[in-house]
């Protein structure tokens, strides 16, 4: 939200069931001097107003925890949310593994399927594949127009969160628990490992809602899609 405000000067609203995350945002929000630009709410998206549409829609880092059964919910909210010419961009893990092959114990204590992954890092939370992705939300109204795979890269960004939390050992544990601190440090690791291999991997994939006339607002490349001051 601030990235896009600063930049592109938007007016953004963004959702959260985290209070503590709310807070932080908004402290950050207030010290960029943007608060007249961009707000936070304590809201399910399930609960948005029914009046309400936005020019574009994002989705971080919550796609996991929806679970199979809910996300034609999910994407028909999306879709309620996004104006006619509108863009949704839906960025989260997805599984990739369909080998039969046994799994590493590292690997399998961090499968979503295991207690330990419900218990201690996606609790309901559960993975599907690329496929899946795009036919629950082409089947909410959207059009697919780009997939994009960051695998490798939350592989190395995972690896550097272990690094950065190993060395603030003692400030961490102070204020999770020793036992907390082990966790995540186990589950980190051990899903760096796993999108290093393509057992899980991460894809950001854009739709649009397309006008009664089959326009998109999109750019027709990516090479302009990328470039410095597309809005």
């Known amino acids: 939200m601030l990235y896009a405000a600063e930049r592109y000067g938007v007016e953004a609203t963004g959702i959260t069931l985290s209070e503590s995350q709310a807070t932080l945002a908004r402290t950050r929000i207030a010290k960029a001097g943007l608060a007249d ?18 020019d574009k829609v994002v989705s971080v880092g919550m796609f996991e925890h929806v679970g199979r059964a ?3 919910t999910y994407f028909s909210q999306a879709y ?14 997805i599984t990739l593994s369909s080998s039969s092959a046994p799994l590493p114990l590292v690997e399998k204590a961090l499968s979503p399927k295991t207690s330990f992954i419900q218990r201690y890092g996606f609790p309901d939370g559960e993975l599907v594949s690329p496929a899946e992705v795009l036919r629950f939300a082409e ?7 780009d997939v994009e795979s960051l695998r490798e890269h939350y592989a190395l960004t995972l690896r550097r969160w272990v690094r950065r939390l190993e060395g603030r050992h003692e400030e961490a544990a102070q204020v999770a628990g020793e036992h907390a601190f082990r966790v995540w440090r186990l589950y980190m690791a051990g899903s760096a490992r796993a999108f290093a291999m393509g057992r899980i991997g991460i894809v950001q994939a854009l739709f649009s809602k397309t006008d009664e006339d089959g326009l998109s607002t999109l750019p027709l490349t990516r090479k302009d899609l990328y470039r410095t001051g597309t809005g």
């Open 80 to 93: 309620r949310l996004t104006r006619p010419g509108g863009l949704f961009l839906n960025h989260g893990i």
């Open 139 to 145: 089947v909410a109204g959207f059009e697919t127009r």
């Open 70 to 72: 809910k996300l034609p």
């Open 37 to 54: 630009r961009c707000h936070i709410e304590v809201q399910d998206y399930r609960d948005l107003p029914q009046g309400g549409v936005f």
